[in-house]
């Protein structure tokens, strides 16, 4: 009788083995936009550290030098997500196409001045030209800032130059009084001779964003909780690594200028999490207040929590 209960198990044990062998699941490729900042560091190391190929993903970078090519991709379907912010998000939702924010980054935006000139205050900006990316989260930063010192938008020349290397260019050349550039080209700017004057940590808003197409979010859930994966190993090195091991790799493939490889101090990153809820509430109130979008949205129309298994 246990000779035959024994051979009856057999197919059985066979069978669990099968089945619980723990092969992963096949995934597969996410393409991802990354801009000019320090937000989009934790995909390059991920990339070139190999922690995306430790979770079996395959994952395609592509860099932009503005906001509206990488909008353009993602509209076009040419991308599953990119480093973004929450205007970029409300403004693909008012027209009709679907993304949805699901973390948060550590970017920073700060305003300076041109070399040359002495330090300034907001103030001491009235009727000069300030460069910035026009409906963007640049600009957003810009009239907050402004606001800050019971300033509006009108009361400076804004000069609409959405390429982030122009800009910089154009600053460091004294063609503008000031511009609002992202990290790390704001330090880069600064250690070339520009002054800073104020930004975003002062501020203490973070409207940049991780973003995925609402397509991507079903059909390759477990290919972005992969991605998140391999980002927060990317972060728990970028925070613990000597600064030598990664810049000359960062500056790279970042395409950031060679000054910032002296110049670039990056930030200490966070494990993905959700935007908090005033940011997302405060960059729709600006946008309707500017009339840039006909609908309002709250925080659950535009973010969705992929992060828990």
């Not at 934790?42 to 970078?61: T, W």
């Not at 001779?193 to 964003?209: A, K, Q, Y």
């Not at 790279?252 to 200490?268: C, D, I, R, Y």
Request: aromatic residues 8%; glycine residues 8%.
């Amino acid at each position: 009788m246990k000779k035959i209960i024994a051979f009856l198990f057999l197919p059985l044990l066979f069978l669990t083995a099968g089945c619980g062998g723990g092969s992963k699941q096949e995934l597969g490729t996410l393409k991802i936009g990354l801009m000019p900042d320090t937000d989009s560091v934790p995909f390059i190391i991920a990339q070139e550290k190999g922690y995306f190929a430790e979770e079996g993903l395959n994952v395609e970078l592509h860099s932009f030098k503005s906001a509206m090519d990488r909008d353009s991709a993602l509209q076009s379907g040419n991308l599953d997500g990119a480093v973004s912010d929450l205007l970029a998000v409300a403004f693909a939702k008012d027209g009709g196409f679907d993304v949805k924010v699901t973390s948060m980054t550590d970017g920073s935006y700060k305003l300076v001045a041109a070399p040359g000139t002495e330090k300034l205050s907001v103030k001491e900006l009235a009727g000069k030209e300030v460069a910035v990316s026009r409906n963007t989260i640049i600009e957003y930063v810009t009239d907050h800032i402004l606001e800050s010192n019971a300033m509006s938008g009108d009361d400076i020349a804004k000069v609409v130059i959405p390429q982030i290397p122009t800009r910089l260019e154009l600053l460091q050349s004294s063609k503008l009084a000031a511009a609002t550039l992202p990290e790390p080209m704001a330090s880069v700017a600064v250690h070339n001779g520009c002054r800073f004057i104020t930004g975003s940590d002062e501020l203490g808003i973070n409207p940049g964003v991780i973003l995925f197409t609402e397509k991507s979010t079903k059909e390759k859930r477990a290919e972005i909780q992969a991605m998140y994966r391999a980002y927060n190993k990317a972060v728990a090195y970028l925070n613990s690594a000597d600064r030598a091991e990664y810049i000359d790799l960062v500056v790279e493939k970042s395409g950031f200028p060679p000054a910032a490889k002296e110049a670039l101090v990056l930030p200490v990153y966070h494990t993905a999490a959700l935007p908090k809820e005033n940011d997302v509430t405060d960059c729709i109130a600006w946008l309707k207040g500017k009339e840039l979008i006909k609908n309002s949205y709250g925080y659950a129309d535009l973010v969705l929590d992929l992060l828990q298994p």
